[in-house]
């Protein structure tokens, strides 16, 4: 008798764990949030790369929309230095400045960075569909105006510390503006998230 308990105890032992429904109920609604805002986050990132970074032969209209966006950030750069009394003249998404041509092209456009934004606002569970708009319309204000300021900071750049400009582009300009990004994402995360908890709080408070 003792040895078939002996038995059932070691048959116990060498049983493997079974995971419940409910475990793993537990375990998916622990990791949802996490894996709806990677799910949401790389869809809206493929779908942007697939369509921003086609060919001009494949998709001329597509190319023709991002010039024009391009000649706007060049256009706007160009008043800003004339209304300063700078020596400057712009064609297209070509900016001179006294003698020296800076070229406004993909990758100077923040379009990468403002669609991530814009994908990490619509991921995220925080705030309401109120706050998820306002943070948009603000947070890629705010990032197309903090491009301009870049791209105005490296026109000048190029004039009057030449030698500079490269490390100011390629490794202190995108360093500062990603660092931005991810600011302006978080920030509004924690605005959202008390302004989500706030109708709660006052029904709570009545």
């Not at 925080?126 to 301009?148: D, E, H, P, T």
């Amino acid at each position: 008798m003792g040895s078939s308990k002996k038995k059932r105890r070691e048959k116990k032992r060498a049983a493997p764990e079974v995971v419940s429904r409910g475990e793993a109920g537990s375990w998916y609604a622990a990791k949802r949030p996490a894996l709806r805002f990677l799910l949401i986050v790389g869809g809206f990132m493929l779908l942007f790369y697939a369509i921003f970074y086609t060919s001009p032969q494949d998709s001329p209209g597509v190319h023709a929309a991002i010039e024009a966006y391009l000649g706007i950030y060049a256009s706007v750069a160009g008043f800003v230095f004339d209304t300063f009394g700078f020596d400057v003249r712009v064609s297209s998404t070509m900016i001179f400045l006294e003698g020296r041509a800076v070229k406004v092209v993909r990758g100077c456009d923040a379009m990468e960075p403002i669609a991530l934004y814009i994908a990490a606002v619509i991921a995220v569970e925080a705030g309401n569909v109120r706050s998820k708009l306002i943070g948009l319309a603000v947070g890629v204000s705010m990032l197309v105006f903090a491009n301009l300021l870049r791209i105005i900071a490296l026109t000048y750049i190029n004039v009057r510390f030449s030698s500079f400009f490269d490390t100011a582009h390629h490794t202190v300009g995108q360093t500062l503006f990603i660092l931005f990004t991810l600011s302006l994402w978080f920030a509004w995360v924690v605005w959202a998230s008390r302004e989500g908890k706030e109708p709660d709080d006052a029904g709570a408070a009545d």
